[in-house]
C-alpha cells in the first residue's frame, strides 16, 4: 500500500506551491536544521535546571575483616562503640547532599539568556535554510518552463527544416536545385534534431535537481505547467528601496545578525563575572549503621544521624588572566558581529539589486523580442515563399530560419527570466513564491 501511494504521487503533476509544501517537510538538509534547533531547546532547559539547587543521595556499604582482633575489647568505628567482637564485620553509611549557587556575578542567568538566544538564531538558520530551497525550487521551475517551452520551439523548428528538405527533395528530382544545396537543408534539419535533443536532455537535467530538492528518487515525476502569459513578464517591478526596507526587516539572516551582537554583549558580561565572588549554600544530611555495634540497625539509623547547612564564598585573586582573556575575545566578537551584520545587510543589498537590474534588463529584452520575432517570422514566411519559387537561394532561407528560431529563443529565455525575477523579488519583500 506504502509502494502504491509514493508510486501514484510520483505520477502526479506537480505544481510548485506542492513542491515548496513537499520539499519543506522532507528535504534533508532542512531536517538536520530542525534537529539543531532541537538541540539549542535542550540548551536552554539545561540553564533552566542550572539555577535550581542540587540534590544527590549517596550509600556506602563494606564489609572488613580483622584476623587478630582481642575478645573483650570495646572499638570506636567512625564515632561508634563496637562492643561485639566479630573478624569479619560490615558497615553501611548513607547520605544527602544538596548545594545551590546562590550568586556568581549572574553568570547562570546570562548563560540562560544566551542560550535562548542561541534556539532562535538556530529556528532563524532554519527558516534561512529553508527560503534558500524556496529560491531554488522557484529557479528550477521557472527553468523547466522555459525549456519546455523552447522543447516546442525546437519542434516546430525540426518539422520547418523536414519541409524544406523535402521541398529541396522535389526541386532536386526536377533539376531545380543542386545536391549540394540539399545537403545543406539536410545539414539543416539534422541540426535542429540535435538541438531538439540537446533541450530535452538539459530539461531532463533540471527536472532532476528539482527531484533532487524534493528527495524523490522515483522515475516518474513531472510538474504542472501553468498559464505563463505575457502580461506577467510586463507588470511593475517592484521598487529597489522597498524591496530592501522590506526585506531588512524580516529575512532571517538579518535578525540572526542581529541577535549574534546581543549574544556577544551577553558573553562579555558573563567574562567580566568571572571576576566577582561566588557564593554558594550546601546542606547535608547523613547516617551509618556497623555490625559490631550493640545497638540494632534501626536504633543506629536514628542515632548516627546528623545534618548541616552551610554557606561558601568564593573570591578570585589570580587567575593567570583567564577572566581579563575572556573579556578581550568578548569585545573581538561584539566587533565581530557587528561587522557580520554590515556584511549581511551588503549582501542583501546586492542580491535585491541583482534580481532588480535583471528585471529590468530582462523586461526591455523581451518587449524589443517581441517585435523581433513577428518581424522575423514575416520575413521567414516570405523567405519561405520566395524559396518555393525560386526567388531566393539557401543560403537566404537558412539564415532567415536561424534568426527566427534565435529571436524565439531569446523571447522565451527573457520572458521567463523577468517573471522569476519579479516573483524573487516579491518573496524577498515577505511574499509567498506559491502562485
Known amino acids: 500500500m506504502l509502494l502504491l501511494t509514493i508510486t501514484a504521487a510520483a505520477q502526479k503533476k506537480w505544481t510548485l506551491q506542492e513542491c515548496i509544501d513537499y520539499a519543506l517537510q522532507n528535504n534533508i538538509s532542512l531536517k538536520k ?47 561508634t ?7 569479619t564485620y560490615y558497615n553501611g553509611s548513607y547520605g544527602l547532599n544538596a548545594q545551590w549557587t546562590v550568586w556568581n556575578g549572574n553568570r ?8 535562548r538566544l542561541t534556539e532562535e538564531q538556530a529556528e532563524l538558520d532554519s527558516a534561512y535554510t529553508a527560503n534558500s530551497i524556496q529560491e531554488q525550487i522557484a529557479q528550477l521551475y521557472v527553468q523547466i518552463l522555459y525549456l519546455n517551452e523552447a522543447i516546442t520551439v525546437s519542434e516546430q523548428s525540426l518539422e520547418a527544416s523536414k519541409m524544406n528538405e523535402q521541398r529541396g527533395q522535389d526541386m532536386v528530382d526536377v533539376g531545380k536545385m543542386s545536391k549540394a544545396d540539399l545537403a545543406q537543408l539536410t545539414a539543416q534539419r539534422a ?13 531532463a537535467s533540471s527536472m532532476l535537481q528539482l527531484k533532487q530538492l524534493l528527495e524523490i528518487t522515483d522515475a516518474d515525476f513531472d510538474i504542472a505547467i501553468p498559464v505563463t502569459t505575457d502580461e506577467m513578464a510586463l507588470e511593475d517591478i517592484p521598487a529597489l528601496p522597498t524591496v530592501y526596507e522590506a526585506a531588512l526587516g524580516h529575512r532571517p539572516e538579518i535578525r540572526n545578525s542581529r541577535l549574534s551582537i ?23 544530611a547523613a547516617t551509618s549503621t556497623n555490625s559490631l555495634s550493640s545497638f540494632g540497625w534501626g536504633n543506629q539509623i536514628k542515632t548516627n544521624f546528623d545534618m548541616g547547612i552551610g554557606a561558601s564564598v568564593s573570591i578570585p585573586i589570580f587567575d593567570q588572566r583567564s577572566a581579563r582573556t575572556a573579556i ?23 542580491t535585491i539589486e541583482g534580481f532588480w537590474l535583471d528585471a529590468q534588463t530582462n523586461q526591455q529584452k523581451f518587449r524589443a523580442a517581441q517585435l523581433n520575432v513577428e518581424s522575423e517570422m514575416q520575413s521567414y514566411n516570405l523567405l519561405s ?44 519583500a515577505n511574499e509567498n513564491l506559491r502562485k
Not at 191 to 203: C, F, H, K
Not at 262 to 284: E, F, H, R, V, Y
Request: glycine fraction near 4%; aromatic fraction near 4%; avoid cysteine.
Open 33 to 79: 536544521t530542525v534537529i539543531a534547533r532541537r538541540s539549542a531547546a535542550e540548551d536552554v532547559r539545561q540553564a533552566e535546571a542550572a539555577l535550581l539547587p542540587s540534590l544527590s543521595a549517596s550509600t556506602n556499604q563494606s564489609v572488613g575483616y580483622r584476623p587478630w582482633t582481642n575478645s573483650g575489647v570495646a572499638t570506636v568505628t567512625n564515632g
Open 81 to 87: 562503640v563496637s562492643t561485639s567482637v566479630h573478624k
Open 108 to 115: 547562570n542567568r546570562n548563560q540562560l539568556k544566551l542560550n
Open 191 to 203: 541540426t535542429d534534431e540535435y538541438n531538439l535533443v540537446n533541450s530535452r536532455s538539459n530539461l
Open 262 to 284: 546581543q549574544s556577544s554583549d551577553l558573553q562579555l558580561k558573563i567574562a567580566k563575572a568571572q571576576g566577582l565572588p561566588t557564593i554558594n549554600m550546601n546542606g547535608s
Open 328 to 350: 578581550n575575545k568578548a569585545k573581538l566578537q561584539q566587533e565581530q558581529a557587528l561587522l557580520d551584520l554590515q556584511d549581511k545587510q551588503k549582501q542583501l543589498y546586492s
Open 385 to 428: 515563399e520566395q524559396f518555393r519559387l525560386g526567388l531566393k537561394n539557401i543560403v537566404e532561407l537558412l539564415n532567415g530560419k536561424t534568426n527566427l528560431l534565435n529571436a524565439q529563443q531569446n523571447m522565451l529565455q527573457s520572458k521567463y527570466m523577468t517573471i522569476l525575477d519579479i516573483q524573487l523579488l516579491k518573496f524577498y
